[in-house]
């Protein structure tokens, strides 16, 4: 027996799937110790916000698609976690297992509803090859590094590893002249 889904059954199965997006911490935030860090949710709105207007600058770029790429970039970590370099995971585990809960997020929302879209949108930033993807890239950085930035203002903490992990990594113009008006409002430190 076919069970067949309707488009309101797909539609809120999907939204439940993404739930744990708003309730997980960003790994790396707890492991640096930071109380009440920001969800997966929270970092991709920000992504979403910064994507509509660092697209702007680069008209070139297709804004609509940008802040696509930003809603579903870490999609996949609704069903595998927030997986980080520090994890005992290699790239190739991680990308297989975010590959693998896209196909299956697909399948919950079905292409009807755009679960094709989503997973080739999510194929494209992994890709990092399009115009709009290497934007995203840079903005998945600078996301990290504001945050981190705030984080150093609120807690006093020294979150130095973020900002040396993404030196030098920035692809476009924009990702760039961001870095360095994020770096130039860092709280100042004393040298030790």
């Not at 600058?57 to 980080?84: F, R, S, W, Y």
């Not at 809960?101 to 079905?110: D, W």
Request: proline share 4%.
């Amino acid at each position: 027996l076919l069970l067949v889904r309707t488009p309101a059954q797909r539609a809120i199965d999907f939204l439940h799937l993404t739930q744990s997006l708003k309730t997980t911490p960003r790994t790396g935030w707890v492991n640096h110790g930071i109380g009440n860090p920001e969800s997966i949710a929270d970092h991709m709105y920000r992504m979403s916000l910064m994507a509509m207007v660092a697209s702007k600058e680069m008209p070139e770029l297709c804004q609509a698609k940008c802040v696509n790429l930003a809603l579903i970039h870490d999609l996949a970590e609704a069903l595998v976690g927030d997986i980080t370099p520090n994890d005992p995971v290699t790239k190739e585990e991680k990308q297989k297992l975010e590959s693998d809960a896209m196909a299956k997020i697909r399948e919950v929302l079905g292409d009807s509803l755009g679960g094709d879209t989503i997973e080739q949108l999510w194929h494209e930033y992994e890709d990092g090859i399009t115009p709009e993807a290497k934007l995203l890239k840079d903005l998945d950085k600078l996301e990290m590094i504001q945050q981190a930035g705030e984080y150093e203002h609120t807690t006093g903490k020294d979150l130095s590893d973020f900002f040396t992990s993404t030196a030098g990594k920035f692809q476009t113009k924009v990702g760039q002249a961001w870095e360095a008006e994020i770096v130039s409002r860092r709280p100042k430190r004393d040298a030790q």
